[in-house]
């Protein structure tokens, strides 16, 4: 204990002072209105709590300061944690901050804990019973306000992603005392409808009272017990709420539900392209090799008619052959002849009774020579007869033509044809198309 009798400093007494208080003064949290704020160069901030009859000088340092999540201001209605201290210098009581909260959030904290484990603990948020969105719905439910800059921004998603998709509202409030209960109705009754394939339930961000409708149970029972698979995409992507744990799925944004649900859509469109460049590559890879094939075939093909003067040409080469032969073997012959007649007249003493006979059987042979050459001429001339009447060429000089279909086959005969067909006619001079008017066949 303290001796009454001893005398003490100031300095001495409010460091006993302020040991005292913070000893006997735990971590507590002190409700009040702010007032007289002031923010030091240093980062420190220091203010007064007040109520209707009191008020208690305050500080909460720079570091501390730094983690409160918004503005203060004065006449912001808060809750501190702070520790009851004295600043010794001037022995001012004061009360060290080291949290902010806004008046009843700690009250809204342990309620959405309490609502979180009941309904986790009836299995509202187990992943077995969420149900998978459908990749290419056809209508959307927008559970929402019709002025709510959230329901703008899932339509404008909507309409740059999927602009063939019909988004049907179903109007409701989303803050206020009795805002629950609508929201609740509206995915009821959207439910009951079934007009849509999904609901998106969306309200643009705000502090924990704004979006507190969105926490209530009757709001998640409603998700829970509706047939539709649903999406929440309520606040921005640091707020939460009840319906996005019993939400099918749980989107940061609104405008990120609207992309959600139309990502499918979305994906289809880039798929179809790439699709289509490689249908058009596959096309283009068969176009080519048909054609190659197709000139490979042109060069093995010979027209008629160059074939008709190749055969021209080695019916010529084979007449000048079988000149040549005929030449030089009547040639050989008469050598022989010669040589014979020679050695004849060496052996013989009087030739002059056989030159007679000689010179006849020379005649006799040259004849036969030449009967013989000319019987090969008209032969080879009889082989180039017939090779001209093969000539399709003359066929055609002669008034014939060739009838071919649409696909370019040979028509030889009348029952291929019908009324109305288009052939083709190849003429001596040039081509014609025709349409048969009717056609007759010989039984």
């Known amino acids: 204990m303290f001796d009454p009798a001893t005398v003490v400093s100031i300095s001495e007494l409010n460091r006993l002072a302020r040991q005292t208080l913070e000893r006997e003064f735990p971590l507590l949290w002190v409700s009040g209105e702010i007032s007289n704020l002031t923010r030091a160069a240093s980062g420190h901030v220091y203010f007064s709590l007040k109520d209707e009859n009191a008020q208690a000088r305050c500080v909460m340092f720079r570091s501390r300061a730094q983690s409160i999540p918004w503005r203060l201001e004065n006449g912001q209605q808060v809750e501190a944690r702070a520790l009851v201290s004295l600043y010794e210098p001037r022995g001012d009581y004061q009360l060290n901050v080291e949290a902010l909260r806004r008046a009843g959030l700690g009250r809204l904290f342990e309620a959405f804990a309490r609502l979180k484990a009941r309904l986790e603990a009836e299995g509202l948020f187990e992943a077995g019973r969420k149900r998978p969105l459908p990749r290419f719905p056809h209508r959307i439910g927008i559970i929402s306000s019709p002025r709510a800059a959230a329901l703008h921004d899932g339509l404008v998603a909507l309409k740059r992603r999927a602009p063939h998709l019909t988004a049907i509202l179903y109007p409701t409030l989303v803050q206020g005392d009795h805002a629950a209960e609508e929201i609740a109705k509206a995915i009821t009754v959207a439910g009951q409808r079934n007009e849509c394939d999904l609901l998106l339930i969306v309200r643009g961000g705000g502090s924990i009272e704004d979006l507190w409708a969105f926490n209530e149970e009757i709001v998640a029972r409603a998700i829970a017990a509706s047939p539709l698979p649903t999406v929440s995409g309520v606040g921005h992507e640091t707020d939460t709420t009840i319906i996005d744990y019993v939400s099918d799925l749980r989107a940061a944004t609104p405008t990120a539900a609207a992309e959600l649900v139309t990502q499918g859509w979305h994906e289809a469109t880039g798929e179809i392209a790439g699709l289509g460049t490689a249908l058009g590559r596959s096309m283009q890879y068969r176009i080519a090799r048909q054609q190659q094939g197709l000139d490979n075939l042109s060069l093995r093909l010979i027209h008629p008619a160059t074939r008709l003067a190749q055969a021209r040409s080695r019916l010529a080469l084979r007449g000048s052959q079988l000149d040549a032969s ?22 013989i003493p009087r030739t ?24 090969r001429r008209n032969a080879l001339e009889n082989i180039g007869t017939a090779l001209m009447h093969l000539n399709p060429e003359a066929t055609l000089a002669r008034g014939f033509s060739i009838i071919r279909d649409a696909d370019g ?22 081509t014609a198309e025709a349409s048969i008017l009717s056609s007759t066949t010989d039984r």
């Open 326 to 347: 005929m030449a030089h073997g009547l040639r050989r012959h008469r050598e022989r002849l010669n040589r014979a007649a020679l050695g004849l007249g060496r052996t």
């Open 352 to 375: 002059e009774k056989r030159s007679g006979f000689i010179g006849m059987l020379a005649q006799r042979l040259d004849a036969a020579l030449r009967a013989q050459q000319q019987k």
């Open 409 to 430: 086959k040979l028509i030889t005969d009348a029952a291929g044809l019908h009324a109305g067909q288009t052939v083709s006619l190849h003429l001596a001079r040039g």
